[in-house]
Nanobody, 124 residues
């Protein structure tokens, strides 16, 4: 059974940084498109970033220039590096796998596998 386990969330002040990790079990992160999405209380889910097999990234405008997606093939882990965090970045963050051939940040809903999420809280 495929498992995606997110970690690295926490509480930070505005302007701070966090790096989220998504460790995969029974799944090889470099072989499929993977991505991150988030959901804030009372709001719809929002795609954040996606990373294709060939290293192409797709980043939402709301986080472009502040967030970066990457992976470590040896550790079989997907990352989301977040800089210059804002209160509006507060949300539960999830990783998703098998987003499809287009591998666009908004394709998370097509993801075959989702993790359980890690909470990010940014205070002003």
């Amino acid at each position: 059974q495929v498992q995606l386990l997110e970690s690295g969330g926490g509480s930070v002040q505005a302007g701070g940084s966090l790096r989220l990790s998504c460790a995969a079990s029974r799944y090889t992160v470099r072989t499929r498109c993977m991505g991150w999405f988030r959901q804030a209380p009372g709001k719809e889910r929002e795609g954040v970033a996606a990373l294709s097999v060939d290293g192409r990234t797709s980043i939402a405008d709301s986080v472009k220039g502040r967030f970066a997606i990457s992976r470590d093939n040896a550790k079989n882990t997907l990352y989301l590096q977040m800089y210059s965090l804002k209160p509006e970045d507060t949300a539960m963050y999830y990783c998703a796998a098998d987003l499809g051939y287009r591998c666009y940040y908004s394709d998370y809903a097509a993801g075959r596998y989702w993790g359980q999420g890690t909470q990010v809280t940014v205070s002003s």
